[in-house]
């Protein structure tokens, strides 16, 4: 299947259902590949309408580091750190600090 009839099928699938976040995040990561600013546009209505979907702050956190948007990129991971210890999801929560950690780094602000 192409990255166009995948993202069609993506949206007529947020379509049916527009509470359902998976389908928002499944376009955000299609997007990422081919159009990074239609990417942020979901990873931005992911974190203001569904803000306990663990899942986006990972990602959103490494797509804001790759356009360069440092603050908005650290805000997106220690908030996904604080979601991640509040929802006691300890994978996710090693994953988003071990992100994190290497963003800092790699970023000469640690």
Request: charged residues 25%; aromatic residues 12%; proline residues 4%.
């Amino acid at each position: 299947m192409s990255n166009s009839s995948r993202i069609e099928q993506l949206l007529q699938f947020a379509k049916e259902e527009p509470d359902n976040p998976f389908n928002l995040y499944a376009l955000a990561l299609e997007y990422q590949k081919t159009d990074p600013n239609q990417a942020v546009g979901y990873f931005e209505k992911l974190l203001s309408e569904h803000s306990d979907y663990l899942p986006t702050y990972y990602h959103a956190g490494a797509l804001f580091t790759e356009l360069e948007e440092l603050e908005k990129a650290k805000a997106t991971y220690e908030s996904g750190i604080q979601l991640a210890d509040k929802q006691e999801n300890q994978h996710a929560l090693r994953e988003l600090k071990n992100a994190y950690q290497n963003f800092l780094f790699e970023n000469d602000l640690g």
